[in-house]
C-alpha cells in the first residue's frame, strides 16, 4: 500500500469521526445512553463510504522458479523386447528420472511412443509399431516458444510414417541413447517383397524379393518360395561385402482360384542371431475369368475358325459353335456371337434378350436384316442385294477401353450388301466405314452400352483376313487376338450396380489396420443414411463368431477390426431393414514388423542428433548424458517475479456493513423519538 493510500485512510478517519462529533455531541440535546451506539454507527457509516471510494489495494510479492521441461521419450514397441533390451531400458528410464539433481534444475516428465506418443511412464513394450515422426509433432504441441533438450530412448528402427528425422525442431536439442547392440552382426533378412494383388487362374504372376545381408564374409544363401509343403521355386543367391543386396525376380504359376497364400525365406548355414526377418509370407487372389462363348451360326465360314482361335488365345475363354438350325440350349454361356443372324436364330435371340446377356452381332452377305430391323433397336438397315467391299478407318475418339490401332486402314476390306445404317442409339465407335477414298459416316465396329446391357456390332465378313494380314505384318497374331480378347472382356464384364457395396482387402498383415467400409443405396441409388448395417465375423480355422454394428461416416459405413490374430475369415455384411446381404472373406498374415531389426538404426538417430545440434549416447553414456544436462549453461531455470494485488477489504462485505450501520442508526434514532 503506497504512502497516500495510508494517508487518505487516515483522512477518512478523522472525517468520519467529525461528523459523528458534529451531529451526536457538538451543541446538541441528546442525553441517551445511546448516543455513543449512534454516533459509534454514524461513524462506520461514513468512514465505510471513504473506504469505498479510496479502494485501498494492497501487493504481494511472491518469486517462482520455472524449470526448464526435459521430455523423457520411450520406445515402447516390440522390437525393443526382441532386441533383449527391455529390462535395461526399463533400469535406464528409472536411473534418469530418479536422478535428484536432474529434478532439481529440470521439469521431467516421461512419454512413451508406438503406433502413438502418450504421456505415460508405463512401459511395457508391447507396441506393434513404432512412428517416432510423430514425437516431433507431439512437442511442439505440448512445449511451444520453450527451448529445452529431449532426451530420446529408442532402437531407431522406425515401421511406419514419414522420415522422422525431419520433423523434429531443429533449434530444439535431441539426444538420442540408442538401445540394443550395435555390434554389426551375421544377417539375411527379406527387406520388402512385391507381387500384385490379383492373378488370373492358369496364368503367372510376378514377384519381386528384395534379399539384403549384414555381414562382410561371402555368402551363399538358398531362396525359396513355397505355398503350404509345396516348394514352387528356389535358387541359390551370392553375397559378399561389395554386393550386400539382391533383387530376385520369380514367376509363379496360378493354379488354384481364391487367396493364396505364399511364403518366400532365405537360408543359409551360417548362425545367424534373427532368422525371423528370413521369411514373409504374401497373398494373391487368383481370379477365375474363365467365359463361356457361344458363337452361333447357320452356315459354315472360315470367320467362325478364326473368331474361335483368336479368343481361346486367352486360356480364360473358351468357344463352343453352335448351329442356330438345332436350336442349342444357352444356358452355360456368358457371351452370344450370332454370326449373320436370320429368321431361324429368333429362340436363340429372344432367350438372350430375356436374360439380358450381352451379344456379339457379326452381319455378312448372307444376313437377313428384315430380321435384324425387327429384333434390335440400336440400328436400322436399309440395304440391297449388291455387296460392297468396307475398309476400315480407326477412330482416335474411341474411349470405352484402351486400343492401339493395328494397322486396320491396311487390312482387307470386309464384305457387306451396299445400303445404309443408320444408328438409333448412342454408341461408341472404333471403326467407321470406307469405301475406297470415300469416307462414310456409318459405323463398321460399334460398341453400346444400355443400361447395363452390352452389345457390339461388325458390319461385314471375312475378318479371317485381317487375322492373317496381322500375322503377315507382325509374323504373329497376338496384336490381332488382343484386340478380339479386348472385345470379349468388354462384353463379359456387365456394369450392374448393386445396393450394398462393399470394400475390403483380400489380406492384411498382423498389426494392420483392418477397415471395411460399406455403402447401401436406396432404390433411386441414393445413398441411405439411415441403413442398418451389421458385420458378422467368423475365424474359419477356430469358427469363433463375432458381431459388429458399422458406423456411419461422411458417405460410408464403417467398421474397424483391429487386432486380430493371424488366420482365414469369412464375414457377411447385411442391411437389416432390407435384409441385402453381401458376403466376402480375407486372409490375416503372420507378419509382425517389429521383429525384423536385428541392430538398431545408429546412422539415422546420429543424424537427427547432429541435425537439432544434440548428441548421441549408448546405452552405457547415460551418466555422461546427465552430467553434461547438469552442468552445461544453456538449460538453467528461469527465476520469475510474481506481482499479486488484492483489495483491502471485499467491497461487497463493506457495502453490507455500511447498509446495516445505517439502517440500524435510523430504527434507533426512531425509537428514541429522535427523527
Known amino acids: 500500500m503506497t504512502s497516500s493510500t495510508v494517508l487518505l485512510l487516515l483522512l477518512s478517519v478523522l472525517l468520519a469521526g467529525s461528523v459523528s462529533f458534529f451531529q451526536y455531541f457538538y451543541k446538541t440535546k441528546i442525553h441517551s445512553h445511546s448516543v455513543w451506539v449512534l ?3 454514524r461513524f462506520i457509516g461514513v468512514f465505510g463510504l471513504l473506504l469505498l471510494l479510496i479502494n485501498p489495494i494492497i501487493t504481494h510479492k511472491t518469486y517462482e522458479t520455472q524449470k526448464i521441461p526435459l521430455p523423457i521419450v520411450v520406445d515402447n514397441s516390440s522390437s525393443i523386447k526382441e532386441l533383449k533390451f527391455d529390462a535395461e531400458t526399463q533400469n535406464l528410464v528409472k536411473e534418469i ?3 535428484s539433481k536432474l529434478k532439481d534444475q529440470y521439469a521431467v516428465q516421461v512419454f512413451r511412443f508406438s503406433e502413438e506418443v502418450e504421456s505415460n511412464d508405463t512401459i511395457d513394450f508391447k507396441g506393434k509399431q513404432s512412428r517416432l515422426d510423430k514425437i516431433g509433432k507431439r512437442l511442439k504441441q505440448q512445449f511451444k516458444n520453450t527451448i529445452h533438450p529431449t532426451i530420446l530412448l529408442t532402437d531407431g528402427n522406425q515401421t511406419q510414417g514419414n522420415d522422422y528425422v525431419y520433423t523434429f525442431e531443429e533449434n530444439k536439442p535431441i539426444f538420442p541413447v540408442v538401445l540394443g547392440d550395435t555390434t554389426s552382426v551375421l544377417d539375411l533378412k527379406i527387406s520388402n517383397l512385391n507381387a500384385n494383388k490379383y492373378a488370373f487362374y492358369k496364368n503367372k504372376f510376378p514377384v519381386e524379393i528384395f534379399v539384403t545381408y549384414s555381414g562382410n564374409q561371402k555368402l551363399v544363401a538358398s531362396l525359396t518360395v513355397s505355398q503350404g509343403s509345396k516348394t514352387l521355386h528356389t535358387q541359390l543367391v551370392e553375397f559378399s561385402a561389395q554386393k550386400k543386396s539382391q533383387i530376385i525376380s520369380v514367376l509363379l504359376p496360378a493354379d488354384q482360384v481364391g487367396v493364396q497364400v505364399y511364403k518366400a525365406q532365405i537360408n543359409t548355414a551360417q548362425p545367424e542371431k534373427n532368422k525371423y526377418n528370413n521369411s514373409a509370407n504374401f497373398a494373391v487372389e487368383v481370379i ?3 467365359t463361356e462363348v457361344a458363337l452361333v451360326s447357320s452356315i459354315n465360314h472360315p470367320d467362325l475358325g478364326a473368331l474361335k482361335r483368336a479368343i481361346e488365345s486367352n486360356e480364360q475363354r473358351k468357344v463352343t459353335i453352335l448351329n442356330a438350325l438345332q436350336n442349342p440350349s444357352l444356358e452355360k454361356y456368358n457371351v452370344i456371337v450370332f454370326y449373320q443372324p436370320n429368321a431361324t436364330f429368333k429362340p436363340l435371340w429372344e432367350y438372350a434378350q430375356n436374360k439380358g446377356l450381352n451379344t456379339w452381332i457379326i452381319t455378312g452377305l448372307q ?5 435384324l430391323n425387327q429384333s434390335q433397336s440400336h440400328f436400322s438397315f436399309k440395304m440391297s442385294s449388291q455387296k460392297e467391299d468396307y475398309l476400315a478407318t480407326f477412330s482416335t475418339q474411341f474411349n470405352l477401353f484402351s486400343i492401339d490401332n493395328l494397322g486396320f486402314e491396311n487390312f482387307p476390306p470386309l464384305q457387306n450388301p451396299f445400303g445404309t445404317i443408320t444408328s438409333t442409339q448412342n454408341g461408341n465407335t472404333l471403326l467407321n466405314s470406307r469405301v475406297r477414298n470415300v469416307n462414310l459416316e456409318t459405323p463398321l465396329l460399334s460398341y453400346i452400352e444400355e443400361a447395363g446391357k452390352r452389345n457390339v456390332y461388325l458390319f461385314g465378313e471375312n475378318i479371317w483376313k485381317w487375322r492373317m494380314q496381322s500375322y503377315l505384318d507382325e509374323n504373329s497374331f497376338d496384336k490381332f487376338d488382343i484386340f478380339t480378347d479386348k472385345t470379349i472382356q468388354f462384353l463379359a464384364s456387365n456394369a450392374s450396380r448393386k445396393s ?5 482387402e483380400n489380406f492384411y498383415n498382423s498389426g494392420d ?8 443405396f436406396n432404390k433411386n441409388f441414393e445413398f441411405d443414411t439411415k ?6 465375423l467368423q475365424n474359419k480355422n477356430t469358427k469363433q463368431t463375432k458381431s459388429y454394428d458399422l458406423i456411419r461416416a461422411a458417405n460410408s459405413f464403417k467398421v474397424n477390426l483391429d487386432g486380430l490374430a493371424a488366420g482365414s475369415y469369412s464375414f457377411s455384411v447385411t442391411e437389416n431393414n432390407s435384409k441385402t446381404t453381401y458376403n466376402g472373406f480375407f486372409e490375416v498374415l503372420d507378419f509382425d514388423m517389429e521383429k525384423q531389426f536385428v541392430n538398431p538404426d545408429y546412422a539415422k538417430l546420429n543424424q537427427l542428433a547432429n541435425l537439432t545440434k544434440g548428441k548421441i549416447y549408448l546405452s552405457n553414456q547415460v551418466n555422461d548424458l546427465m552430467t553434461y544436462l547438469i552442468e552445461t549453461d544453456l538449460y538453467t531455470p528461469i527465476q520469475k517475479e510474481i506481482i499479486k494485488k488484492t483489495p483491502l477489504i471485499d467491497w461487497i462485505w463493506l457495502l453490507m456493513i455500511i447498509v446495516l450501520a445505517l439502517v440500524s442508526e435510523w430504527f434507533i434514532r426512531k425509537y428514541n423519538g429522535l427523527l
Open 97 to 99: 528420472t530418479q536422478n
Open 531 to 536: 441403413a442398418r448395417l451389421t458385420i458378422t
Open 513 to 520: 489396420a483392418i477397415e471395411i467400409d460399406a455403402q447401401f
Open 39 to 41: 454516533a459509534f454507527l
Open 367 to 371: 444376313t437377313d436384316f428384315e430380321f
Open 500 to 504: 450394398l457395396i462393399v470394400s475390403h
Open 288 to 290: 477365375d475369368q474363365k
